[in-house]
């Protein structure tokens, strides 16, 4: 076997080589996409469960309760408990309506979106909501307008405050 022969060896066996640690590194590159979906995943639930448990704090609770009837009737120091909760509650929807695409794994975006439109709906189905949405609006402490026509819809926010 001559020189040249070892050293066209040499480079078959390096380029087989390079194509294994590729082959490598697309795999561990696919885990930690895998991995980062679940770690968004579970970070979206705390996020809800953290709102959920605020909610049976017994002062909040009644807070939320008188809210929904009226956002008006509130004592000036509810008004920004309220604000504060309800602020949250747009955050994690647009959040999730964002990443759609990215986090919804195999349901699909058009899932997650649907299950964000209902749980947003739901939430402005109250007169209480609608007028502390309009608050925070007149106040400009609402950052994406828009955003929120398209999750919930201009009917949804447009209905009376009863």
């Given at each position: 076997?001559?020189?040249?022969?070892i050293?066209?060896?040499?480079?078959?066996?390096?380029?087989?080589?390079?194509?294994?640690?590729?082959?490598?590194?697309?795999i561990?590159?696919?885990?930690?996409?895998?991995?980062?979906?679940?770690?968004?995943?579970l970070?979206r639930?705390?996020?809800?469960?953290?709102?959920n448990?605020?909610?049976?704090?017994?002062?909040?609770?009644?807070?939320?309760?008188?809210a929904?009837?009226?956002?008006?009737?509130l004592?000036?120091?509810?008004?920004?408990?309220?604000?504060s909760?309800?602020?949250?509650?747009?955050?994690?929807?647009?959040?999730?309506?964002?990443?759609?695409?990215?986090?919804?794994?195999?349901l699909?975006?058009?899932?997650?979106r649907?299950?964000?439109?209902?749980?947003?709906?739901?939430?402005?189905?109250?007169?209480?909501?609608?007028?502390?949405?309009?608050?925070?609006?007149?106040?400009?402490?609402?950052?994406?307008?828009?955003l929120l026509?398209?999750?919930?819809?201009?009917?949804?926010?447009?209905?009376?405050?009863?």
């Open positions: 076997m001559s020189i040249v022969e050293g066209a060896l040499a480079q078959l066996v390096g380029a087989i080589a390079i194509l294994l640690s590729l082959i490598f590194v697309v561990e590159l696919r885990k930690n996409f895998r991995q980062n979906d679940i770690a968004n995943t970070q639930g705390i996020e809800r469960e953290k709102l448990y605020a909610r049976m704090e017994e002062g909040l609770a009644k807070v939320i309760v008188k929904y009837r009226s956002y008006n009737k004592e000036d120091f509810e008004k920004i408990q309220f604000e909760l309800m602020l949250q509650q747009l955050a994690v929807y647009f959040r999730a309506y964002r990443t759609a695409d990215e986090t919804a794994f195999k699909g975006p058009d899932f997650l649907d299950r964000v439109r209902i749980s947003a709906a739901d939430f402005f189905s109250n007169p209480g909501v609608r007028e502390c949405y309009q608050a925070l609006r007149a106040r400009d402490a609402v950052n994406n307008h828009a026509l398209t999750i919930v819809g201009e009917d949804v926010l447009a209905q009376p405050a009863e």
